[in-house]
């Protein structure tokens, strides 16, 4: 009796370990609870592999920097890459959040997953200290949930949201440079622009600014500091249009406009050539010293860098510390009218009254600026309007500035003479305030 319950008892635990092996081997995939995606740092990353719908290609770092190695159709070419965008990218990737994961997959079974081809998969290179590289895949599954795989947990299967093969499967154009221009808008020290049939021009900085060396009428000549850090800002922000990946066929005789940039600590400028593109006017072809590729840019935008001599000059009429200026003496009309600086402002001599608007008329003498190349000679057209004399607290004269009226000059504007020098078309502004301060017919002081 005993030996018949001993195997009873024995065919019961062999037919339980049977329905468990059974069971286990019905059930071969098992649901743990582990959600850690990828365990190793991007600190020491040397490159990137990627394939994906929209491309394959390679991110390495150079002695330059970031690069891309992209297969093209008829050559295979290397372009700058951003390396704030692969940190962005490698943070993104690292910081992928799965909703749950699935472990048993140590002896294969990815498949059932579409995980031995995948829609995305990138090999990481960490260097010399870790020579295996690490493996992601993603593909999107029938139910659209997105299943991953990577080389440092490679039995198990992560479920990710459906948009994270979209958020890494990017083009290589993603993370090109398509800055123009690399400088230092402080350390600038030449600037030039060169045109075949237009504006050729030269400034190098000083100590007290920038002076034009090129054209020869201008050499020593100051130029406008404010429009050339506007300037050089401008070309700061300048972005390619589109890296030309196919040839294009272009003028390549004459560059239709150079800008060059130098540095205060290299002789190599950084520099930009366009050319024109046959039978497509629309838009030229760059080649850009910092570029490793050709670049189009739109022909409005090309035309918006194209600065003259005279726009980059400085232009400045007066040159006047008005600070101290104590007496103005204007004839208007035929009227002539003396004000004072005293201690509590401007007033007439002998009138105690303070006169206001004489502060800032004096500020905008500072700030006229020539709207176009002066003459030797005032034109016949021209009248005399008005005739300013400025003294400073000993007597002395400062300036004499005389303005005219000429029919023939763009609306809003006059001649103003300076002393006895050119004639300048400058805003008649300054002028208009002149009249509504000193009108004409009012009582002479002096």
């Known amino acids: 009796m005993k030996r018949l319950f001993l195997g009873l008892i024995l065919a019961l635990l062999a037919a339980t370990a049977l329905g468990v092996y059974h069971w286990r081997m019905a059930e071969p995939r098992q649901e743990v609870d582990r959600t850690r995606w990828l365990s190793r740092p991007f600190d020491a990353v040397r490159s990137l592999h990627i394939q994906s719908a929209k491309g394959t290609y390679m991110l390495t770092v150079a002695d330059t920097g970031w690069e891309a ?49 995948p829609e995305f998969k990138i090999l990481v290179s960490l260097g010399e200290k870790d020579g295996n590289p690490l493996t992601v895949r993603l593909t999107t599954g029938e139910s659209g949930a997105v299943y991953g795989w990577n080389s440092d947990s490679p039995g198990l299967v992560y479920e990710f949201d459906a948009s994270v093969v979209e958020q890494l499967g990017l083009p290589a154009t993603a993370f090109f440079d398509t800055r123009v221009f690399n400088f230092d808008q ?8 060169t045109q075949p049939f237009g504006s ?10 920038y002076f034009f060396s090129l054209p020869g009428y201008l050499k020593d000549k100051p130029a406008s500091d404010s429009a050339l850090k506007l300037y050089l800002h401008s070309l700061s922000l300048l972005r390619v249009g589109t890296l030309v990946l196919e040839p294009l066929d272009v003028d390549k005789r004459l560059p239709a406009l150079t800008i060059r940039i130098w540095n205060a600590k290299s002789e190599t400028p950084s520099s930009v050539d366009f050319y024109t593109v046959n039978d497509r006017p629309e838009v030229f072809m760059g ?56 201690e509590s402002g401007w007033h007439r001599p002998g009138d105690q009254t303070e006169l206001s608007g004489i502060d800032m008329s004096l500020w905008r003498f500072t700030d006229l600026q020539f709207e176009a190349l002066p003459l030797n000679l005032l034109p016949e057209s021209a009248t005399e309007v008005m005739h300013c004399r400025l003294f400073d607290g000993k007597g ?14 763009p609306q809003g504007q006059c001649w103003l003479k300076n002393g006895g020098g050119m004639y300048y078309p400058v805003s008649s502004r300054l002028l208009k305030d002149l009249q509504g301060l000193f009108p004409v017919g009012t009582a002479t002081s002096g």
């Open 69 to 117: 190695h992209v297969p093209g159709a008829s050559w295979n070419f290397v372009a700058r890459v951003m390396p704030e965008k692969v940190a962005d990218y490698l943070a993104r990737l690292g910081g992928l959040a799965p909703h749950r994961s699935v472990g048993g997959f140590d002896q294969g079974g990815l498949e059932q997953y579409g995980l031995d081809e």
């Open 186 to 193: 402080e350390t600038v020290s030449r600037v030039q622009l």
């Open 200 to 209: 050729n021009w030269l400034v190098e900085k000083r100590k007290e600014g």
């Open 287 to 342: 080649r850009s010293s910092w570029l490793t590729i050709p670049f189009t840019l739109d022909a409005q935008s090309v035309g918006q860098l194209v600065r003259s001599a005279f726009d980059v000059q400085g232009r400045t009429v007066v040159k006047l510390d008005i600070g101290i200026v104590a007496r103005l003496v204007v004839n208007h009309g035929g009227t002539e009218y003396v004000v004072e600086r005293g």
């Open 396 to 409: 002395d004269k400062l300036t004499a500035l005389t303005f005219y009226a000429d029919p023939r000059l």
